[in-house]
């Protein structure tokens, strides 16, 4: 199983990235999917998660609500995470993340990716 995350990069705080997680080797509409976070010097968190279907249930961590959304596309085997009004507290490398149904905060993933670097400059 591989999962493979890219859209990382520099942006201004009030811009927006949009982060791209390819999966192979598994069935991938049999997983859930999320983002989950890790800034600098502290641990890594949760901050998005949806269910196994596309246009599926979501769900978000407070500090991203309304800002971020996760959305997934079956067919390509890929999960989105759009991000807007990024701040300089977002900086953190995102790592993609498959679990056996929706992930939430408590969730402990089955797969992980290897992560991408996220930078919001003020």
């Known amino acids: 199983v591989q999962l493979v995350e890219s859209g990382g990069g520099l942006v201004q705080a009030g811009g927006s990235l949009r982060l791209s997680c390819v999966a192979s080797?598994?069935?991938?509409?049999?997983?859930?999917m999320g983002w989950f976070r890790q800034p600098p010097g502290k641990e890594r968190e949760f901050v998005a998660g949806?269910?196994?279907?596309?246009?599926?249930?979501?769900m978000y961590a407070v500090a991203v609500k309304g800002r971020f959304a996760i959305s997934r596309d079956n067919a390509k085997n890929t999960v989105y995470l759009q991000m807007n009004s990024l701040k300089p507290e977002d900086t953190a490398v995102y790592y993609c993340?498959?679990?056996?149904?929706?992930?939430?905060?408590?969730?402990?993933?089955?797969?992980w990716g290897q992560g991408t670097q996220v930078t919001v400059s003020s």
């Open positions: 080797g598994m069935t991938f509409g049999n997983y859930g």
């Open positions: 993340a498959a679990a056996g149904a929706i992930v939430r905060p408590a969730t402990t993933p089955i797969y």
């Open positions: 949806i269910s196994e279907r596309s246009g599926g249930t979501t």
